[in-house]
Structure formats: structure tokens, C-alpha cells
């Protein structure tokens, strides 16, 4: 299970940010979804898997107050996973600038990882509706943020560029290992406040999360980023991302 542990913490850390008890010892949860991926025959050599875990308050009265809920409710959710298109990673994606704002990080901290998506379904409609892969949010200063379930990197003179976390983005895990990959690959890396204008600027460009890694971009609205193709530096470091997926992968089990 790719950076299995760091997910965890990440469960763990979001549930107590909001008061929420995960009532499922973290030593017990390498055996669980290891029960989970053989129980649905996924997660093998032939064939990769997502899991998704979700806490919720469980059942209860109705109200706001989570102590009404006292039982929380897990669901452990494992299914073949489908990658995005072949042909996406070798001619890249193209993306729209979102009119929907990234949430304040005061009304809705980005590092609590929940299941409150309104704000990124909202700028998914707006790619549906312009035919794009994906949509880019920005902030309530009209800096960059991330894309609708993932961070965005760009690259300009062999600089390589993403926002800063008080941004207001998620500290997405694979946007850790990326920056990790970048650092040993000795490329400038710069976290900050940026904006449209230095986007478009950019040589290449891309987003990544745990199920689709590194994918690259070359359209962002009606301006082509770059030559209009994967560049140099995107495809190196996803050969060295998908290099480092195994090492980078607990086992499924505990044993």
C-alpha cells in the first residue's frame, strides 16, 4: 500500500482535529485492510487497488452537537483501481481555471482531510462543463492553490514551482514524495504564493495525487503551457516516481 503509514497518521490527525474518535487502534489497521483487499480479490500483482476509509459520527440523534453520536461508524471501501488513459500521460491534460474559490483555511482548514467536497465538486462541474480534466482553484487572494483532488506543480527555467501550503491546499502525501523525488534528482524546488500570470509563464506543468501520480499538463484555459506536450522534467520525474513506488509501499499487512 503506497506511503500506507502516512495516510494513516493523516485518518488519525484529521478525526482529532475534529473531535472525532477513530474507534480503531492504528496497530490494527495494517490486518484490516489487508482482510479488506483479500475479501474483494483486488490489491494483488495483477491488479492495483484503492481503498478508501471513512469515519463518520455514526448513528444518532440529529443535531450539530457530536456528542449525539457516540458510536462512530468506519467503512473500509477497496475496488480495482482504474488509472486515467494511457494516452493522458503521453499527450497530457488540459485544465480550466476555476471561478469557484478555494475555502478560507479560517472557515475550513485544508489539512483536515474529510469528506466535505462541495467546494472542489463545485470546480469539477466547471471542468465537466468545459470539457477539461480538471479545474485549478484559487485562493481569496487569487494565488494558486491545487486542482479539485490534487496538487499542482509547474516548472519554469528548471525551477520547479508549487504553492505553499498556507496557500490553503492540502499537504496531498504524493505532493511530499514529489518534492522528496525533485530534491534527490537536485532540482530548485520553491514553495509560494503564486499567480495566474506565473503559471502561464511556465514550461511544464502538472498534478498529482495517489491514484493518478504525475499527470501532466499542457492547456490550462485556451493558452498552451509550453511546447503543448509532456516536457523533460515531468516525464523524469514521474519514470522516478513510478521507480520509487514499490520502496515507497508498505506491505498490506502487519506480519
Not at 22 to 34: C, S
Not at 126 to 143: K, M, R, T, V, Y
Not at 164 to 178: K, Y
Amino acid at each position: 500500500l503506497f506511503m500506507r503509514d502516512h495516510h494513516l497518521a493523516r485518518l488519525f490527525q484529521s478525526a482529532d482535529a475534529i473531535g472525532l474518535r477513530v474507534p480503531i487502534p492504528l496497530t490494527q489497521w495494517a490486518d484490516i485492510l489487508h482482510e479488506a483487499l483479500v475479501r474483494n480479490e483486488v490489491g494483488t500483482d495483477q491488479r492495483d487497488a484503492y481503498v478508501r476509509i471513512t469515519v463518520s459520527r455514526g448513528a444518532g440523534d440529529i443535531g450539530l452537537d457530536p456528542a449525539l453520536c457516540p458510536s462512530p461508524t468506519v467503512v473500509v471501501m477497496t475496488k480495482g483501481l482504474i488509472s486515467p488513459a494511457s494516452h493522458l500521460y503521453e499527450q497530457g491534460v488540459s485544465v480550466v481555471l476555476a471561478s469557484t474559490r478555494r475555502n478560507l483555511p479560517s472557515a475550513l482548514p485544508p489539512q483536515i482531510k474529510s469528506a466535505n467536497f462541495l467546494n472542489n465538486i463545485l470546480a469539477k462541474r466547471e471542468a465537466i462543463a468545459a470539457n477539461a480534466f480538471d479545474s485549478l482553484l484559487l485562493n481569496w487572494q487569487g494565488h494558486l492553490t491545487e486542482g479539485t483532488t490534487s496538487n499542482l506543480f509547474f516548472i519554469r527555467d528548471g525551477r520547479l514551482s508549487t504553492p505553499a501550503l498556507d496557500c490553503g491546499l492540502l499537504d496531498g502525501i504524493t505532493r511530499r514524495v514529489v518534492i522528496q523525488l525533485a530534491e534527490e534528482l537536485h532540482l530548485p524546488i520553491e514553495e509560494g504564493h503564486f499567480t495566474v500570470d506565473q503559471l502561464h509563464q511556465a514550461d511544464e506543468c502538472f498534478l498529482t495525487n495517489t491514484s493518478m501520480e504525475i499527470m501532466p499538463i499542457v492547456e490550462v484555459g485556451d493558452q498552451r503551457v509550453g511546447e503543448g506536450v509532456p516536457g523533460p522534467l515531468t516525464r523524469k520525474l514521474r519514470a522516478r516516481f513510478i521507480e520509487a513506488r514499490g520502496r515507497l509501499s508498505e506491505p498490506s499487512t502487519a506480519g
